[in-house]
């Protein structure tokens, strides 16, 4: 009797590359095309080995899936899989780090680019037909500013390289000291806010860096300051940046992610000192294409005894001997 396949989960559409890799190589399931999702899981739970994902997963849902092994992540951020969870139950997580980094570091700077110079608003200024009748308005510029870094790993690292070749200086914060790279560092995030014109967000999510970016980090960011997010919208208190950018406390946002997407403020979707992306930070063709092959390539040397490629940090894991 052939061996039963092993049988995969997607809780949601994955990129065709990954079903397109799957197909005739596991048993697939689409929890968002079942009928019934509750007893589509009934049904299968048990027999799932692997989970493919691009969004929430919590110890509920793990525990429906009682022989579930690998969680494959579509993403470098997981703050929405509990991984402390999956560690306590023996499940490896992995994601997909790198293969998004330029693309990132990439959008990074042209938020930057946009927010200082008000390309977007230059365009509409074009486009409604108000050139012929005056010049646009002069703009802020790049020279002479400091540009701060809140979490200096790859994205951080890649964004910083880029940077440099426009002749700035640069600042960062994190958990601790580098030592292998030249730019300032400091030991608290109101102190790098205070030091710098831009301030780049590109720390991890979760619970531990909720609203870190406050009232209080953004005065000490200043009328001249811009700030900048393409890491979650949960590291930037919402409703402080709103009010911030109405009063004139900081002069500017480049944000791609938000706190509750795809939903976005109202009062801050219609502020003019903004440039709002719907989260685009790795949303090309290449890229993605390269997440979805990593999430692939997790799950088939999972199964055919390698061990993950890219487990997060939370579930490490180590050759059995």
């Known amino acids: 009797m052939a061996e039963a396949p092993v049988e995969i989960l997607l809780l949601r559409k994955m990129h065709p590359l990954v079903e397109k890799a799957f197909a005739g190589r ?10 019934d999702p509750e007893a589509l899981l009934a049904e299968i739970g048990p027999r799932i080995r692997a989970l493919c994902v691009g969004g929430a997963v919590d110890g509920a849902l793990m525990d429906r899936l009682p022989n579930l092994e690998l969680i494959a992540n579509f993403g470098v951020g ?37 927010t200082l110079r008000r390309i977007p608003q230059a365009d509409r200024y074009l486009r409604a037909g108000h050139w012929p009748k005056a010049p646009f308005p002069l ?8 540009v701060g870094i809140l979490g200096l790993g790859r994205i951080g690292r890649a964004i910083a390289h880029r940077l440099e070749s426009f002749g700035v200086e640069i600042d960062y914060h994190g958990r601790s000291r580098q030592a292998d790279v030249p730019y300032t560092y400091h030991d608290t995030l109101i102190g790098l806010a205070r030091a710098v014109h831009i301030l780049i967000v590109v720390a991890p999510g979760g619970a531990d860096t909720r609203n870190l970016v406050n009232a ?8 001249e300051g811009i700030l900048i997010n393409v890491a979650r919208g949960t590291l930037v208190d919402e409703a402080a940046l709103t009010a911030a950018l109405k009063a004139g406390t900081i002069m500017g946002a480049g944000l791609d992610v938000f706190e509750n997407e795809p939903h976005v ?18 949303a090309s063709e290449h890229t993605r294409a390269a997440m979805a092959q990593l999430v692939v390539d997790n799950v088939v040397s999972w199964f055919e005894g390698r061990g993950p490629l890219t487990p997060v940090a939370e579930t490490p894991w180590r050759p059995t001997a």
Do not use: C, F, K, M
């Not at 596991?26 to 009928?35: C, E, I, K, Q, S």
């Open 139 to 146: 703009t802020a510029s790049l020279r002479g500013r400091r």
């Open 216 to 223: 209080a980090v953004l005065e000490a960011l200043g009328p």
């Open 78 to 114: 997981y703050d929405a899989v509990d991984a402390a969870g999956a560690q306590r139950r023996g499940i490896i997580v992995t994601n997909t780090p790198d293969v998004l980094t330029d693309e990132v570091a990439d959008l990074a700077l042209g938020l930057v680019l946009a």
């Open 26 to 35: 596991y048993g697939v399931h689409r929890l968002a095309d079942a009928a």
């Open 265 to 282: 403020p109202a009062d801050l979707a219609a502020l003019e000192n903004t440039v709002l992306l719907p989260h685009v930070g790795s």
